[in-house]
């Protein structure tokens, strides 16, 4: 596998906007890209597909609040507090057919977050990641380049699925020794026993290294 620093890059200015399938995978899959942007005032936004209620039983109190503070926690610990969030609050594991109505619009409003903000790269969850929700993420990011009139290259990060050996990477600048973990660790619902039962993220999780590494999808339109 090669990989190239995004510092070395084309991409070193860019504006990145994160889209992430659940509260979690911001940190999971692009902790470093978040807080390398944040750091350089070249990060546009972060957009959550899902509204987190599926990760415990129906009926869990709060659930879908809970699971936005900690995100809300995460962020700031990446450095990331003040940068612009969307929720677009998409059933968990019930994400629109790629197509339909109610993708289409979701796909038209983000091109037009894309726009607003000015932004030149997006970094999404694979298409290949085998949970329904990261490849629809994957699905309406492309949609919404696709409608957004503006030069926006697609990147892909891997929470799940292996890397693919075959491509070259961007490497992003390494985080601070404990950051992305401190950052991790505010998604208590996920790693804990705090909301009962429901989803335990697996401990081993906690052990992530200190860059991500994006594979370009889609070039510049």
């Known amino acids: 596998m090669r990989t190239e620093p995004l510092l070395a890059s084309r991409w070193r200015r860019a504006r990145w906007l994160v889209l992430a399938p659940h509260a979690d995978d911001e940190t999971l899959g692009a902790g470093a890209l978040i807080a390398h942007a944040a750091g350089t005032g070249r990060l546009a936004g972060l957009v959550y597909l899902t509204d ?14 809970i699971r936005r503070r900690e995100a809300q926690t995460a962020l700031r610990r990446l450095g990331a507090g003040d ?3 969307a929720w677009l609050d998409w059933r968990d594991a019930h994400p629109h057919a790629v197509g339909s109505a109610g993708f ?29 929700d990261h490849a629809a993420a994957f699905a309406l990011a492309s949609g919404a380049i696709h409608h957004a009139r503006r030069r926006i290259a697609l990147f892909a990060y891997h929470v799940w699925s292996p890397l693919d050996r075959q491509r070259q990477y ?11 973990r401190q950052a991790l660790c505010a998604h208590r619902s996920q790693l804990t026993v705090r909301l009962g039962d429901g989803f335990r993220l697996p401990r081993a999780r906690l052990a992530m290294p200190s860059s991500d590494l994006l594979v370009l999808r889609e070039p510049l339109r």
């Open 52 to 65: 987190g209620t599926g990760s415990h039983p129906p009926g869990t109190p709060r659930l879908a609040a």
């Open 83 to 85: 940068t612009p969030i």
């Open 104 to 132: 289409d619009k979701e796909a038209r409003l983000l091109a037009t977050v894309m726009r607003w903000r000015r932004v030149d790269a997006v970094a999404v969850s694979d298409a290949s990641e085998a949970h329904c």
């Open 170 to 180: 961007l490497r992003t600048p390494p985080m601070l020794v404990g950051r992305r």
